[in-house]
T-cell receptor, first 113, second 111 residues
Framework: GAGVSQSPSNKVTEKGKDVELRCDPI?????LYWYRQSLGQGLEFLIY????????KSGLPSDRFSAERTGGSVSTLTIQRTQQEDSAVYLC???????????FGPGTRLTVL | EDQVTQSPEALRLQEGESSSLNCSYT??????LFWYRQDPGKGPEFLFT???AGEEKEKERLKATLTKKESFLHITAPKPEDSATYLC????????????FGDGTTLTVKP
């Protein structure tokens, strides 16, 4: 069975450019999460989707960050006008309806030059 | 606001030297406490879910326990391949579905 996949695995961009990160969750999982992890740090919650409910956007650090989930499946995290402090690993996870364990993808390593 | 504190930040053990990792939490209406393992360069991997105080789960050399204020991850006779960062997370009743993670304990097991 396929796990959570993320693309690209690595992304290098220049300051000021926009980037899109993609997450394909496990089929049938209703919940989808985005986290950010800086080097040697813990997981920073960004956004949470559950079914058809309005997403919990409380973790998005600024209005440059946005995410959408189409058809209750694939999700895209968009960062506009990237800054050097956006450099981190962006992790996506999915789960059955909470409270359940989350299944994580391998992450996208974003480097902003 | 839900809070999770893990200790110690780092733990170095000799192979075979048993120890415990701590996860202290504050949450309104615990719905689940989760342990994950994260290897360098990879996403976290699920280990255990605990739902109520007194519950215990075991897997190979790992045993997770839960009280009303904290959880322990006991590692018995660890091997070098147990070296990883161990993360604890909680889901509470006021933030339906959202998990709060601790900063993790990085375990190094020397042969």
């Amino acid at each position: 069975g396929a796990g959570v996949s993320q693309s690209p695995s690595n992304k290098v961009t220049e300051k000021g450019k926009d980037v899109e990160l993609r997450c394909d969750p496990i089929s049938g999982h209703t919940a989808l999460y985005w986290y950010r992890q800086s080097l040697g740090q813990g997981l920073e919650f960004l956004i949470y989707f559950q079914g058809n409910s309005a997403p919990d956007k409380s973790g998005l650090p600024s209005d440059r960050f946005s995410a959408e989930r189409t058809g209750g499946s694939v999700s895209t995290l968009t960062i506009q006008r990237t800054q050097q402090e956006d450099s981190a690993v962006y992790l996506c996870a999915s789960s059955p309806p909470p409270p359940r364990e989350q299944f994580f993808g391998p992450g996208t390593r974003l480097t902003v030059l | 606001e839900d809070q999770v504190t893990q200790s110690p930040e780092a733990l170095r053990l000799q192979e075979g030297e048993s120890s415990s990792l701590n996860c202290s939490y504050t949450v309104s209406g615990l719905r689940g406490l989760f342990w994950y393992r994260q290897d360098p360069g990879k996403g976290p991997e699920f280990l255990f879910t605990l739902y109520s105080a007194g519950e215990e789960k075991e897997k190979e050399r790992l045993k997770a326990t839960l009280t009303k204020k904290e959880s322990f991850l006991h590692i018995t006779a660890p091997k070098p391949e147990d070296s990883a960062t161990y993360l604890c997370a909680v889901q509470g009743g006021t933030n339906a579905g959202k998990s709060t993670f601790g900063d993790g304990t990085t375990l190094t097991v020397k042969p």
